[in-house]
Structure formats: structure tokens, C-alpha cells
């Protein structure tokens, strides 16, 4: 292995991508050199070694043998075929796996999907390099193989990884909804406004970070003069900052997905600025806003969704904290557009319902208007086709409404199995009890 570098990026992205269920026969491919690092077919995503990975060019692909050269033809054409990418993978999650079974398009029924995976992730008609490159072509990231997976590509491994987890979503919420009347899904216009906007614009600067540091180079996202010149304002920035971490950690957001806003006074707010990976981001790259100007200091721009933020803490004042997640079942809900009727358990978290916007592009005055109609009192909202919104009076207890309505939300898609499992292991355990005091 001649490229330390590569390898160490290879070697940390393989073992996210298996830790997280998302690849266990598949490869994972990164441009360099001239040509494509990509893992052997014996390769331990968990704890990849050097010697597992190869050095492939248009010249000697041949002299590999079997499926190792097919999938590395693959991954070659794919990447050629996309132009800017500069990394590729073959993956099969169990959710992926299974639409790829179906052998037709997912279509984007949320937003973060249009914006990474495309205007839709099409099935290749057959497992071949021609028929890959005709499936990704256009405003996509993403296809499926027939009964194989499907194949990602990204302009670095963090992209890849992030549209990976993004598709996994996908296929499980499109799965998980069909049970529930189905989901519904942005038309092609405003998936692929959506797919050009994340390209040109939101995802840029993320992504120039993350190819920096992939390189091994030194990263440099700062704009302006920082904003946080004071130990308090440093303390609610460590704080947010900590709060981003843990969002990821808790899979509550995706990639650069995903924002935070704390009320400093009656007029300002402290917000995550826009599109930066909250592992990469430092305190001092928060915005300070005017929650009435929506103008702006700091070092970095605020997160566009500052508008839905501002606007919930100025109908709340008891609220101090918002915090806009991409969770998991939540997600699922968003694009099935519809609220949720609380499960008892949940309701004194949660109250009796969680609302749900009308649609609306992210980062537009119709969806700052659209979700501050929709959440009234509620301390939680479904934003249509995007995500979730709560508001908190610190973090805390953000915190604790965003797990509620995850929990809530995954019981209601899945009919409670969640609770049953509970409730099978008690009654196990009350049986052993009982069995013991027999015994005895």
C-alpha cells in the first residue's frame, strides 16, 4: 500500500460502514494516483489491513479474477461515468438488499435523499458496468443491483458513507410505510432542485473540509471573524457543539444534515452555521442571528433552516432550545406525511399529538411559515417530506422530546414490537423468578 493516507481513510470508513450493518460482502473504492484503491474480496471491513486492499488501473484490471474484477470494472466505469466523484462503494444492507430485490426505482420520498441519492435511485436491469453507468446517470448518486445491493458513489468517502446511510433510510422507510398506507415522494422538479442545490451550493464546503482532511491536509473552513468573544457565548457554543456530536452519535441526524439554535436574549439566537460536519465543526464557527432581521455574525453563514428556528422561539418564549433532527422512524412519518397520534407512554413527554407541516422546500419562507402554523403549542413538529423540529427549555430536555418522538415513532410503524419484546422479556423474567422460588 503505497498511500498511507488513502489507507487510513479506507480503513476508518470501512469499519463505520460495517459497525453500522451496511456492507459485508460488498468493496469500498477511493481514487488516487491515477487509479482506484478498492478492498479485496477477503477483506475485514471491522479492522481492514493494508495488504486487503488493491491498486487497480484501466491497465491492469484483467489480471484480476472472477467477481473481484467485475465489481472493480464496476466501480471504475461508475466513477468515470460521475466526473467529480472521487470515491465508490458496493453495499448490502439488509434493507438495501431487499428493495434491491423489487427491481425498481425508489423514489425520493425524503428530502435528504433527493439532495444526496438523487432524483431516484434506479435498479440496473444487470449486475454489468454498462448497466450500472446508464441506472446512476443524470442527478444521481445511487443504484441498485438486482438482488445485489446497490452501488454509491460520492465525491469523498464521507459522502459515500453519508449517502449509504441516507439509502439504508430510504429503503427502510419506503418498506416500513407500504404496511402504513405508503409514503409519499417529491415530484422530479423539486427532487432535482433539491439534488442541485446540495451539489452547487450546500454540500460544497462540507465537502472541500472533508476531501482536505481525507488528503491528510490541513482544514480551513473559517469565513469571517468568529462571533463567540465572550466566555458565555464560548460556553453556549461548546454546548451546541457538544449537542451536534451527540445528534450523530444517536443517529438523530445524517452527515452535515441536521441544525441547532439556542436564544441568547429577547433578539438573538446562537445557530449552527450551514453544511459543516458537526465532528469537524469548532465552537467558535457559530452564528450569532437576529431573530427578526435574520442578519447574521459570525465566521461561518447559519444553518438556512435559522427561519423556523427564530420563528419557534419567538412564539415561545419559555423555550430556549430548537433542535431540527433527520431521525430514523421520524423520518418515516415525515415522508408519509401525517401526524402522529402519541402513544400513552410517550404522551407526558409528547402531549397528545405531534403535528405535521404542510410541504415545503428547505430553507424557503414557505416553510418557516408552514411549520410555524402546524406546531402551535406542541413541542414537536413532523416537517413534511424533511424531518422533525422540537423546542426545549434547555437542551435536556430538547434532548429527551427528540428520543420520546423516535420511540414513539417506531412504535407506531411497527405496531408496538417494541413493547412486546418488553414485555416478553418481563414475563421471562418473572418466570425464572417464579421457577427459582419453587426450586427453592
Known sequence: MKNEQVYESLKKYAAMLAADGYIECGYIAAKADGGLYITTPDADFADLAEEQIAFVTDKNVEELEGNFRAAAVLLICALKSKGEDGAAAIVDSKSILEFSSKKVTLPPILEDSAQINGVSVRAAKQNTAAEVVNAISGARNACFLPDAGAVVTGRTLAEVYTCTLVLDKACNGYLLAEKKGGAQHLNAFEAWLEHMVYKLKYSKKNQSSQKAAEEGKEVDT??????????????????????????????????????????????????????????????????????????????????????????????HPESKVTVHTHPFYGSILAAMRQPLAVPEKYRAVLGDSVPVSKFAPSGTPWLVKNVAAAIGDACACIIASHGIVVRGKDMNEAFEICRALEDACRDYLTDGAAKEEETAAEEGTSSAAEEQKTAD
Open 222 to 315: 473559517a469565513e469571517k471573524p468568529s462571533a463567540i468573544d465572550t466566555d458565555e457565548l464560548k460556553a453556549v457554543a461548546q454546548e451546541i457543539k457538544d449537542a451536534g456530536v451527540k445528534l450523530l452519535e444517536e443517529n438523530l441526524v445524517q452527515g452535515t444534515w441536521g441544525n441547532i439554535a439556542v436564544r441568547l436574549n429577547d433578539k438573538e439566537m446562537m445557530a449552527t452555521p450551514s453544511a459543516l460536519d458537526y465532528v469537524m465543526l469548532k465552537p467558535e464557527q457559530m452564528a450569532i442571528v437576529d431573530m427578526e432581521s435574520m442578519e447574521w455574525r459570525g465566521s461561518n453563514k447559519p444553518t438556512s433552516e435559522k427561519g423556523v428556528h427564530a420563528a419557534i422561539l419567538k412564539m
